[in-house]
């Protein structure tokens, strides 16, 4: 019986440049090195094949084994420092939260997501919630610092962020989740 194969990709967000094989999921039993020569590729042959050939042994997991990956369950955007100026309530940098995922880690740490959305020479900017400006001390200028500074994490470890809603500065203890699906 053959074994399928899933070649998995990082996204930006998570610190990865688009499109970067990542890992290989395999369905069912051992994989070894024949079976990698025989794995259908759907994608650029050439530089899938050269990135897969350089993935080490721990890059391969099973496919029945879920990953784990640190998971705060918020939609963010950066705080742009010019629109931070003149936007009353925005740290001058970090990260706004538009969304948070309903039972989410940030839901059941109190986060609140911007309610209201304000346009200052023709930049809009979302206000009236959190704003995410450091995690364990560390200070979060962009969405992708905010994602450099989880990574090292793992679901159900303990992060403290630092977090401005208007005016006022409070840290906030949260246990991070796993990535759903």
Same mark, same amino acid.
């Given at each position: 019986m053959g074994r399928t194969?899933?070649?998995?990709f990082a996204a930006a967000l998570v610190g990865g440049i688009a499109g970067a094989a990542i890992g290989i999921a395999v369905d069912g039993g051992r994989s070894s090195s024949s079976d990698l020569a025989a794995a259908p590729v759907a994608a650029e042959p050439t530089s899938v094949v050269h990135t897969v050939a350089a993935l +080490?042994?721990?890059?391969?997991? #099973?496919?029945?084994?879920?990953a784990a990956h640190p998971w705060l369950g918020v939609e963010i955007e950066t705080i742009q420092p010019n629109v931070a100026r003149v936007v009353r309530g925005l740290p001058a940098r970090g990260v706004v939260v538009l969304r948070v995922t309903k039972a989410g880690p940030a839901a059941k740490a109190g986060i609140m997501a911007s309610h209201r959305q304000v346009t200052v020479a023709g930049v809009t900017a979302f206000t009236g919630g959190d704003s995410l400006?450091?995690?364990?001390?560390?200070?979060?200028?962009? +969405?992708?610092?905010?994602?450099? #500074?989880?990574?090292?994490?793992?679901p159900g470890d303990h992060v403290r962020l630092r977090v401005v809603r208007g005016a006022t500065i409070r840290t906030v203890d949260v246990t991070l989740g796993n990535v759903p699906g």
């Open positions: 194969f899933a070649i998995v +080490s042994p721990e890059a391969i997991y #099973r496919a029945d084994t879920p400006v450091a995690v364990n001390g560390k200070p979060v200028g962009s +969405s992708g610092q905010l994602s450099d #500074r989880l990574a090292p994490f793992s």
